[in-house]
């Protein structure tokens, strides 16, 4: 998101925070494609990602006020917000959902750009890139995984053929130093 439209959905944000209706309608119609998107790559249906979706958008009215530019992204932040609803959603389906394949990633009808080609726009890519690369492979390969293509720990593990807790803390770690070197 480049920093004109970066700003303006801070300040639509900060309008939602003030109880303004026409400025959560504005979020919305500016951000649903992709928070969508990252809901159903989670979920894998139509249904649970539409109804996950308005949970989102409940929860923005409800959280906007605990929005900080200073930490995040208007996008970043909202896009935590639906990958942690769709997960909680996805945890209690229980078993038979995650037996579910998920649909290949071409199969998503999403017309906006996703999180990292956003990043490339922003004066902040080259330092976050910068960070990336510092981590050791598998670290920086889990954390684009889970936070820039909505997989779930469990599924990385899986994948990484390692024990849950060992990628949640693989994780925490690499994430712990991506603050340390942006904080410089």
Same mark, same amino acid.
């Given at each position: 998101?480049?920093?004109?439209?970066?700003?303006? +959905?801070?300040?639509?944000?900060?309008?939602?925070?003030?109880?303004?209706?026409?400025?959560?309608?504005?979020?919305?119609?500016? =951000?649903?494609?992709?928070? /969508?998107? $990252?809901?159903?790559?989670? +979920?894998? =249906?139509?249904?649970?990602?539409?109804? $996950?979706?308005?949970?989102?958008?409940?929860?923005?009215?409800?959280?906007?006020?605990? /929005?900080?530019?200073?930490?995040?992204? *208007?996008?970043?932040?909202?896009?935590?917000?639906?990958?942690?609803?769709?997960?909680?959603?996805?945890?209690?389906?229980? *078993?038979?959902?995650?037996?579910?394949?998920? *649909?290949?990633?071409?199969?998503?009808?999403?017309?906006?750009?996703?999180?990292?080609?956003?990043?490339?726009?922003?004066?902040?890519?080259?330092?976050?890139?910068?960070?990336?690369?510092? +981590?050791?492979?598998?670290?920086?390969?889990?954390? $684009?995984?889970? /936070?820039?293509?909505?997989?779930?720990?469990?599924?990385?593990?899986?994948?990484?053929?390692? *024990? +849950?807790?060992?990628?949640?803390?693989?994780?925490?770690?690499?994430?712990?130093?991506?603050?340390?070197?942006?904080?410089?």
């Amino acid at each position: 998101m480049n920093d004109i439209s970066r700003e303006h +959905l801070a300040s639509r944000l900060r309008a939602v925070a003030a109880r303004d209706q026409a400025a959560l309608r504005e979020v919305y119609e500016l =951000t649903s494609a992709k928070l /969508f998107g $990252v809901c159903l790559r989670i +979920l894998a =249906t139509r249904e649970e990602a539409e109804d $996950v979706l308005q949970e989102v958008y409940v929860n923005v009215w409800n959280r906007a006020a605990s /929005f900080d530019p200073a930490r995040s992204s *208007p996008i970043t932040w909202l896009a935590a917000i639906a990958r942690n609803k769709a997960i909680d959603r996805l945890r209690a389906l229980g *078993p038979r959902a995650a037996d579910r394949p998920l *649909p290949e990633d071409d199969s998503i009808a999403d017309g906006a750009m996703d999180a990292l080609s956003r990043l490339e726009d922003s004066e902040q890519h080259q330092r976050l890139r910068a960070c990336l690369d510092d +981590l050791e492979p598998r670290t920086r390969s889990a954390i $684009v995984e889970a /936070f820039y293509g909505g997989e779930t720990y469990d599924a990385l593990a899986q994948r990484g053929n390692v *024990p +849950l807790s060992t990628m949640k803390t693989w994780i925490r770690r690499g994430l712990i130093a991506l603050r340390g070197c942006l904080d410089r």
